[in-house]
């Protein structure tokens, strides 16, 4: 069940509201019970006193009756005040003192006490006088009950509690509808943000006129469009792309079948139209296997099977195994450097062969071809870098941040469609991510450079296998069948 935002936090706001109201009230009702109470230990106080002067010039038996008179004219008619005065002497005794459990005590003759008949507490003070002429030493004590207090406590906490109802249930009716006025930038937010589709992605939240708790929630979600804006065009380039790569072969099979049905072929011309349907269905089954190996890499898919390999070594078995097509190409490769590193070895082969290629493909007859295994920097520091490095026409700087992009060639017209489908740097950068490396591509003094790196260091908590055998390497730790060696048409003595 979902939950009104205002009505919560009114809810909240009201016991709070109720919260402070009953904390208040409690104090001002401690206060006003402590105050009450002064207010009547003066007041006995005083009628003490009185009592004490009236008590103690009695010392002669008429004086105490005179004395006794004025005693009963200060007695309210509601025994409000009680006085009471003891002695041995029964001729010196007046009323009768208040007896029951006492309740409290003070050190100064202050107690109160709940009387054994069950009337209302008194406030009792009790002092001694002592003999005076004929009268011999009496207890005075004077009461004043509770009566009134307890009845102005009573009458000021029900309208205590009353208010703070009434007012417990003001503030939940009013932080309702303030609430409702704080939340109406969200609603607006929420109704600018229904209004996104497909069909207006480029409109965004407008945070200007926003508080300050809402415009990072919004540059947030303006951050959120901006990134899916980019992967819904992405996505169409990607269809757009992958429907005329695909649309170039399945043209070519049905042309090609269509020509060989108009009329009578020999076995000859009906195996060469096979051959060259089979051609077009391995460029399609290589395009569709290349994206769906991206499509895993964009679902987050890590490189697994990692062993600690020496980068040079693995590089070099990829050089081997192009050795005909530099040599085609009469181009040579350089290889400096290495490292070791725990890579998947079928993934970093791949990674390799697509730079490679791309700079074979890109290369003039007769040029090198260098290839370089350090630390990285900038970006790349803690990872180890494989570069590529060709003589080539310089690369227009509006073009490097779309290279590594899926089906894209720098070229305008799509000249070697037929060899090259525009995935190969696009895989370098997915096998890269799947060794939580990254890619970079450089274009200076003539000289061409793509690069990828993979982590210096093992994957945490997962565990090392056993690493293969790496071939001898020289004082500079680098393996003696890869360091400095050149490869290709140029130069046959190489190592296995």
Not at 80 to 98: I, W
Not at 121 to 143: C, E, H, I, Y
Not at 456 to 470: F, H, I, L, N
């Amino acid at each position: 069940m979902n939950r009104s935002i205002a009505r919560r936090l009114a809810l909240m706001f009201a016991f709070v509201a109720l919260f402070v109201f009953t904390l208040v009230g409690t104090g001002l009702f401690l206060v006003l019970r402590t105050q009450l109470e002064h207010h009547l230990r003066e007041s006995l106080d005083d009628r003490t006193q009185i009592a004490r002067i009236i008590v103690y010039h009695a010392s002669t038996a008429d004086k105490w009756r005179i004395a006794r008179e004025k005693l009963t004219d200060m007695t309210p008619h509601d025994s409000s005040t009680v006085y009471a005065v003891s002695s041995e002497d029964p001729n010196f005794r007046f009323g009768t003192p208040v007896q029951g459990t006492v309740m409290k005590s003070w050190p100064d003759g202050y107690a109160r006490i709940t009387p054994a008949d069950g009337g209302p507490d008194m406030l009792t003070f009790t002092m001694t006088l002592a003999a005076n002429a004929s009268r011999p030493p009496v207890q005075l004590q004077v009461a004043s009950s509770y009566s009134p207090n307890l009845r102005t406590m009573r009458v000021f906490g029900s309208t205590l509690a009353a208010l703070s109802a009434l007012g417990s249930l003001a503030v939940l009716l009013l932080s309702y509808s303030v609430t409702r006025i704080g939340l109406a930038p969200l609603t607006r937010l929420t109704r600018d943000a229904s209004a996104v589709s497909p069909n207006n992605r480029s409109q965004r939240l407008n945070t200007a006129s926003l508080p300050l708790e809402l415009n990072d929630l919004a540059n947030s979600f303006n951050g959120a469009l901006e990134r899916l804006d980019g992967a819904y065009g992405r996505l169409e380039s990607f269809n757009a792309d992958v429907a005329h790569e695909l649309r170039t072969p399945v043209t070519i099979l049905i042309g090609q079948t269509e020509v060989a049905l108009t009329r009578n072929r020999s076995v000859d011309d009906l195996r060469h139209t096979l051959q060259s349907n089979l051609e077009e269905f391995e460029r399609m089954r290589a395009i569709i296997n290349d994206m769906l190996f991206l499509a895993r890499a964009d679902q987050g898919e890590r490189a697994t099977g990692l062993v600690e390999v020496s980068l040079a070594a693995e590089v070099a078995h990829t050089l081997e195994f192009l050795e005909i097509p530099l040599e085609e190409a009469r181009v040579h490769a350089q290889l400096q450097g290495d490292a070791l590193a725990r890579v998947n070895r079928s993934l970093f082969g791949r990674a390799c062969t697509n730079l490679l290629m791309n700079a074979i493909q890109h290369c003039e007859p007769g040029a090198s071809i260098s290839v370089t295994i350090a630390r990285g920097e900038g970006r790349m520091s803690g990872q180890w870098c494989v570069a590529v490095a060709n003589p080539g026409a310089p690369i227009a700087p509006d073009v490097f941040e779309h290279l590594f992009d899926r089906f894209y060639r720098a070229e305008a017209s799509r000249t070697n469609s037929r060899e090259n489908h525009g995935l190969g740097l696009a895989i370098v950068k997915a096998i890269a991510e799947m060794h939580r490396g990254t890619v970079s591509a450089q274009s200076a003094n003539g000289v061409n450079t793509f690069a990828f790196s993979v982590a210096a260091t093992a994957v945490p908590g997962e565990m090392p296998p056993e690493a293969p055998a790496r071939p001898a390497a020289n004082a500079a730790g680098v393996p003696t069948d890869t360091a400095d060696t050149t490869y290709g048409s140029l130069a046959k003595g190489k190592s296995a």
